[in-house]
Nanobody, 125 residues
Framework: QVQLVESGGGLVQAGGSLRLSCTAS????????MGWFRQAPGKEREFVAA?????????IYSDSVKGRFTISRDNAKNTVYLQMDSLKPEDTAVYYC?????????????????WGQGTQVTVSS
């Protein structure tokens, strides 16, 4: 069992930056692919970014955030990060981190086994 706790959300102006953190319980954090998803009001939860287990040498991003967001991990701290730059009002959402114990690095909600409670990000225009 893995418990995930997100932090770092808040209110920021368009063009600004935020860094989200997600800290996991347990001693096997490195075994999991980690992902970030988001859900805006009235919309379905959507994929944002993911990073491979252990070294994190593989990353994938949604087209809407590619070039603006960066996912990274620190296994010694059991933490995955999402650096968000050049934020836009359409990035406003609740952001969730998730852990995947499967093989491939996935973009689907069903690929992930554990979820955090989410952190609100609001970008004002």
């Amino acid at each position: 069992q893995v418990q995930l706790v997100e932090s770092g959300g808040g209110l920021v102006q368009a063009g600004g930056s935020l860094r989200l953190s997600c800290t996991a319980s347990g001693r096997t954090f490195g075994n999991y692919h980690m992902g970030w998803f988001r859900q805006a009001p009235g919309k379905e939860r959507e994929f944002v970014a993911a990073i491979s287990r252990w070294s994190g040498d593989a990353t994938i991003y949604s087209d809407s955030v590619k070039g603006r967001f960066t996912i990274s991990r620190d296994n010694a701290k059991n933490t995955v990060y999402l650096q968000m730059d050049s934020l836009k009002p359409e990035d406003t959402a609740v952001y969730y981190c998730a852990a995947d114990r499967g093989y491939g690095l996935g973009k689907r909600l069903a690929d992930y086994d554990y979820w955090g409670q989410g952190t609100q990000v609001t970008v004002s225009s």
